[in-house]
T-cell receptor, first 113, second 113 residues
Framework: EAAVTQSPRSKVAVTGGKVTLSCHQTNNHDYMYWYRQDTGHGLRLIHYSYVADSTEKGDIPDGYKASRPSQENFSLILELASLSQTAVYFC????????????FGPGTRLTVL | GDSVTQTEGLVTLTKGLPVMLNCTYQTTYSPFLFWYVQHLNEAPKLLLKSSTDNKRTEHQGFYATLHKSSSSFHLQKSSVQLSDSALYFCALSTSGGNYKPTFGKGTSLVVHP
């Protein structure tokens, strides 16, 4: 079954540490996205990619890097985690002109202490 | 640039009443509109989609009609249930080809007994 998976599902990190969130999709979709969601709020786009080995900045890219080594995998990297990056992070995939028709992973709950 | 506006942040209703959640958009390209539902501690899931003007689309008791003349795609249900309590997002993709979806800020629907 086509799916988007994320690892880890939850993580506690220390301020200033490096955090890597991973996403894997079996949808055979070209486009992948990383969103952040703060409690009770909307989705904010961090980075996205429409082809392997290329990434684009979204609306809130500061403090985050992204890597797309293959069509299936998309990582989000926090080089120096900060308290303000505590949130739930969702990965999603999409395709075609209906790229806003997205299939979301289960999310990663990140707590930075 | 493209934009999506959801005017209500919170809608509170009694079970059995009808609901309409507003969504308007702006784009200079051909639009594709989506509604997502996100229950507590879950990932967003696609609820409805449309790119056809003036055609009603339905799923799980919810329905919406894309009206290009008014740039609207309002979500409706004739009788809400307790299980409809969730966060609802309207989203837009276009034929513009930038692969970057536009999400509204979301409307929280709370249904009381």
């Amino acid at each position: 079954e086509a799916a988007v998976t994320q690892s880890p599902r939850s993580k506690v990190a220390v301020t200033g540490g490096k955090v890597t969130l991973s996403c894997h999709q079996t949808n055979n979709h070209d486009y992948m996205y990383w969103y952040r969601q703060d409690t009770g709020h909307g989705l904010r786009l961090i980075h996205y990619s429409y082809v392997a080995d290329s990434t684009e900045k979204g609306d809130i890219p500061d403090g985050y890097k992204a890597s797309r080594p293959s069509q299936e995998n998309f990582s989000l990297i926090l080089e120096l985690a900060s308290l303000s990056q505590t949130a739930v992070y969702f990965c999603a995939s999409g395709t075609g002109v209906n790229y806003a028709e997205q299939f979301f992973g289960p999310g990663t709950r990140l707590t930075v202490l | 640039g493209d934009s999506v506006t959801q005017t209500e942040g919170l809608v509170t209703l009694t079970k059995g009443l009808p609901v309409m959640l507003n969504c308007t958009y702006q784009t200079t390209y051909s639009p594709f509109l989506f509604w997502y539902v996100q229950h507590l501690n879950e990932a967003p899931k696609l609820l409805l989609k449309s790119s056809t003007d003036n055609k009603r689309t339905e799923h799980q008791g919810f329905y919406a009609t894309l009206h290009k003349s008014s740039s609207s795609f309002h979500l409706q249900k004739s009788s809400v249930q307790l299980s409809d309590s969730a966060l609802y997002f309207c989203a837009l993709s276009t034929s513009g080809g930038n692969y970057k979806p536009t999400f509204g800020k979301g409307t929280s629907l709370v249904v009381h007994p």
